[in-house]
T-cell receptor, first 113, second 113 residues
Framework: KAGVTQTPRYLIKTRGQQVTLSCSPI?????VSWYQQTPGQGLQFLFE???????NKGNFPGRFSGRQFSNSRSEMNVSTLELGDSALYLC????????????FGPGTRLTVL | ELKVEQNPLFLSMQEGKNYTIYCNYS?????LYWYRQDPGKSLESLFV???NGAVKQEGRLMASLDTKARLSTLHITAAVHDLSATYFC?????????????WGAGTKLIIKP
């Protein structure tokens, strides 16, 4: 089975711009979660989508948004980028195995200049 | 406040030695995860602990969960260089009809030959 894929792997943007990141979950997985990882704050949960609906949300400002498509692929959008948004953005998909183990993608490294 | 605390945060040890990483959490949870992250890489699931007293072993790693003490341990037996990585624990918590994983800060483990 192919793993979780994320595109692009690296992005450089400037302050004020917006960015869209993409995540394709493992085939058959319907839940996709997004995380931000920084050296200072560690891993922080952004939101989770299940069957095209946002099911859970972390404590991030409204500039961070997401969506999920009918094929379970998910996108995350960050508008009006700030320097502090520089981070590794990870997505994870969860399958129906019953243990809710999250399988992580390789991440998108976003640098905001 | 929801907190997951790992200690130590940094551990340098010799091959062949045993050591334990601790994960304390501040709220009720019956589900705890251990992940491994290699430098520049994504997160790899190691263990899912689903109930009090759960113990799981894989190779030189053994994880246990005490939900009453709100404590999980990751024990490394006869460490080898390949186990050098950062290890994270994460706890499944729910509140206000929301749920998410709360992550520890990670323990950076360096094993010297």
């Amino acid at each position: 089975k192919a793993g979780v894929t994320q595109t692009p792997r690296y992005l450089i943007k400037t302050r004020g711009q917006q960015v869209t990141l993409s995540c394709s979950p493992i085939s058959g997985h319907r839940s996709v979660s997004w995380y931000q990882q920084t050296p200072g704050q560690g891993l922080q949960f952004l939101f989770e989508y299940f069957s095209e609906t946002q099911r859970n949300k972390g404590n991030f400002p409204g500039r961070f948004s997401g969506r999920q498509f009918s094929n379970s692929r998910s996108e995350m959008n960050v508008s009006t980028l700030e320097l502090g948004d520089s981070a590794l953005y990870l997505c994870a998909s969860t399958g129906p195995e019953g243990t809710d183990t999250q399988y992580f993608g390789p991440g998108t490294r976003l640098t905001v200049l | 406040e929801l907190k997951v605390e790992q200690n130590p945060l940094f551990l340098s040890m010799q091959e062949g030695k045993n050591y334990t990483i601790y994960c304390n959490y501040s709220t009720t949870s019956d589900r705890l995860y251990w992940y491994r992250q290699d430098p520049g890489k994504s997160l790899e699931s190691l263990f899912v602990l689903l109930s009090n007293g759960a113990v799981k072993q894989e190779g030189r790693l053994m994880a246990s969960l005490d939900t009453k003490a709100r404590l999980s341990t990751l024990h490394i037996t006869a460490a080898v260089h390949d186990l050098s990585a950062t290890y994270f624990c994460a706890v499944d918590v729910s509140w206000d009809s929301n749920y998410q994983l709360i992550w520890g800060a990670g323990t950076k483990l360096i094993i010297k030959p």
